[in-house]
């Protein structure tokens, strides 16, 4: 059985007003399912937080294992000219700093286990969005070209029309059929900007103006 990735065109026109300013001046950018996998991986904004979270888990072990910073306290007499202080270390007993270090050490597996999980839901939601992306495109594609044939079509019985041939009802149809055809055009070309939009979202891309 072949996988998705295979099963997919290789590259898909990704209708995006959040790509880079080049990009912008095409419409588009053409991608792999294995860029969008791969930008994800690098920039999907529920990853990034979950590897933020990991970070700070990391740091946190660090901490556990620090020693207390000793304090002093200084002070003067009213009754005589006296000056005193004290000093205080803490003393960690009874494995107290093992204890606190295994227990963020247990404490940053489970935060890394947590970012696995959080990058296979982000890899599916990728996948998602680049095949709906894909069928969107097919779509607008189909309507395209029915819409060009429903304008040659008109085009072709006005003539007629004109000439006496056809009927003006024939005419009145077929502009009615172009005007369909234009309007089911346009709403899949709004379906490829919100599908783009989505898979856009899982690789991290963001609008900068």
């Known amino acids: ?5 295979a099963a997919l065109p290789w590259v898909v026109a990704l209708a ?3 790509c880079s300013t080049a990009a912008r001046a095409d419409g588009e950018v053409r991608i792999s399912l294995d860029d969008a996998l791969r930008a994800a991986r690098s920039a999907a ?13 990391h ?8 020693y207390p910073n000793p304090t002093f306290a200084a002070g003067t007499s009213t009754q005589a000219a ?7 270390i803490p003393l960690v ?13 247990a404490d940053e597996s489970k935060v890394a286990l947590d970012t696995q999980v959080t990058w296979t839901d982000v ?7 680049y095949v709906a992306l894909w069928l969107a495109e097919g779509v607008a594609i189909a309507r395209r070209d029915s819409a060009g044939i429903e304008a040659t079509l008109e085009s072709a019985v006005v003539q007629r029309v004109q000439g006496g041939a056809a009927p003006e009802l024939d005419g009145l149809r077929v502009h009615a059929e172009k005007l369909r055809a234009q309007a089911d055009l346009l709403e899949a070309v709004a379906e490829v900007t919100v599908s783009g939009a989505e898979l856009g979202r899982w690789m991290g891309l963001t609008d900068g103006g």
């Open 123 to 129: 890899r599916q939601a990728t996948v998602r969005a």
């Open 59 to 66: 740091a946190e072990v660090g901490i556990a294992g620090t």
């Open 16 to 18: 995006l007003a959040l």
């Open 93 to 105: 007993v009874l494995g107290q700093r093992g204890a606190a270090m295994d227990a963020a050490r």
């Open 45 to 57: 904004p529920d990853l990034m937080v979950a590897r933020a979270r990991q970070s700070v888990a």
């Open 1 to 5: 059985m072949r996988s998705i990735g």
């Open 82 to 88: 006296k000056l005193s202080g004290t000093v205080s």
